[in-house]
């Protein structure tokens, strides 16, 4: 859960440093809305994913043998909770606290809402507030203050505002990153995440009145909103703040088109976020498949295969080496267990011609411990079988994920 947490806060970190970089000062909105959408949905999921890069192929050649191993550890009689656990139930109750107070804020409207009178129009529903509400729009609703004093023009003017957002959806997009805040409360950034995408959200509807309406006398309109402001986050109104940069962006001239080609920077970062946290194999750089062939060189005794014919492996057959080596040796740290730590741990290591381990070393780790319990273990190994390239015996590297999980 914790490894979850920092990737998450780490893509997210990533991907907003791109925004203020390349997208932020374009008047690209709507594909600055996607972007933040995108990458927002990307930090919560991708960290999930857990793929493993090498498979086997159908013709029986094995880059990398994988074999898990699930550690159990028994409940000991004290009961006490760590430090770990108690900081777990800090971090669930506050992101509980945050669902039920939008569900709370929620209610709260439609309560309300029920209370006004309402008209049924074209796409939308329009309740009239009466002076206890300013205007805002949410979901399908447009609260309108019937009381704010406006001349015909402003009021056309601030209805197509509105609309812009009812049409466009644009709550569910609130709801959405509020769903991401009280999943990644901790995290400053994500608050930076929801302010960026409110902003573009009014730089959208803004856009959309401009289209029927001169920017001089849609600036001083929103110079002179001064609507009371109404203390729910999860709404649109016309007077959201700051209403100074989005003057700048009414003036601002329309970013060149070729612009818009800076999103493409963004792939490979999304690509190697996508490999550091979906992929399991740390070392993908070297997961371009090669071919073993037999030459003369063959005959060198440092010279290291990958894919073989025969691919080594445990002698009795992998799963007596787990049930009878692995299970029996390898122990859970007291460090990791007190923290919570869990995880796969990735060890290289070859084996020689002769069946021997030689070359340990950790490819990806968890820390706590668990690294050099697993290579400890790994170094241990009794000798394997070794692996052969059209009847020869070779050496091979392989790579073993060890899981270690606490239940």
């Not at 792939?267 to 946290?277: E, G, H, K, N, R």
Request: aromatic content about 12%.
């Amino acid at each position: 859960m914790i490894n979850y947490l920092i990737e998450s806060s780490v893509c997210l970190l990533v991907f907003y440093g791109f925004y203020l970089l390349f997208l932020q000062r374009d008047t690209f909105f709507e594909r600055n809305r996607y972007y933040l959408l995108a990458t927002a949905l990307f930090s919560i999921t991708v960290p999930l994913l857990e793929l493993e890069l090498w498979n086997s192929s159908e013709n029986g050649v094995i880059s990398t043998v994988f074999l898990s191993l699930n550690m159990e550890v028994n409940p000991s009689a004290d009961t006490s909770m760590t430090w770990m656990e108690w900081l777990m139930v800090g971090y669930i109750s506050v992101a509980t606290f945050m669902i039920l107070r939008v569900g709370a804020r929620i209610s709260k409207l439609f309560i309300q809402a029920k209370k006004l009178k309402s008209i049924s129009k074209d796409g939308y529903r329009l309740i009239l507030t009466e002076g206890k509400m300013p205007t805002f729009a949410f979901l399908h609703f447009l609260f309108w203050n019937n009381k704010a004093g406006l001349e015909k023009t402003e009021e056309e003017k601030i209805v197509q505002h509105e609309l812009a957002h009812i049409r466009g959806r644009h709550s569910l997009d609130i709801l959405f990153m509020e769903l991401v805040k009280a999943l990644l409360w901790f995290n400053p950034v994500v608050y930076f995440f929801k302010t960026a995408l409110s902003e573009q959200h009014e730089f959208i509807a803004d856009a959309n009145v401009l289209r029927k309406t001169d920017v001089n006398s849609y600036r001083k309109l929103l110079v002179s909103s001064f609507l009371e402001s109404f203390n729910l986050q999860i709404v649109h109104s016309f007077n959201q703040p700051p209403i100074k940069k989005r003057i700048a962006m009414l003036e601002k001239s329309k970013t060149s088109f070729k612009a818009s080609f800076k999103l493409v920077m963004v792939l490979p970062i999304a690509a190697l976020l996508f490999i550091s946290y979906a992929c399991t194999d740390s070392s993908v750089e070297e997961s371009i498949e090669k071919k073993a062939k037999v030459s003369e060189s063959e005959a060198e005794p440092d010279l290291v295969f990958e894919i073989v014919e025969k691919p080594a492996q445990p002698q009795g057959g992998v799963q007596a080496f787990i049930s009878n080596y692995l299970v029996q040796e390898l122990k859970y740290p007291e460090q990791a267990k007190s923290e919570g730590v869990e995880g796969k741990v990735y060890v290289e290591f070859i084996v020689l011609k002769d069946g021997s381990i030689s070359n340990v070393k950790v490819k990806k780790g968890i820390g706590a411990g668990c690294d050099n319990e697993a290579r400890r273990v790994i170094e241990g190994m009794p000798n394997w079988t070794p692996g052969e390239q059209r009847g020869q015996k070779v050496n091979q590297r392989l790579i073993l994920p060890i899981n270690f999980k606490l239940e």
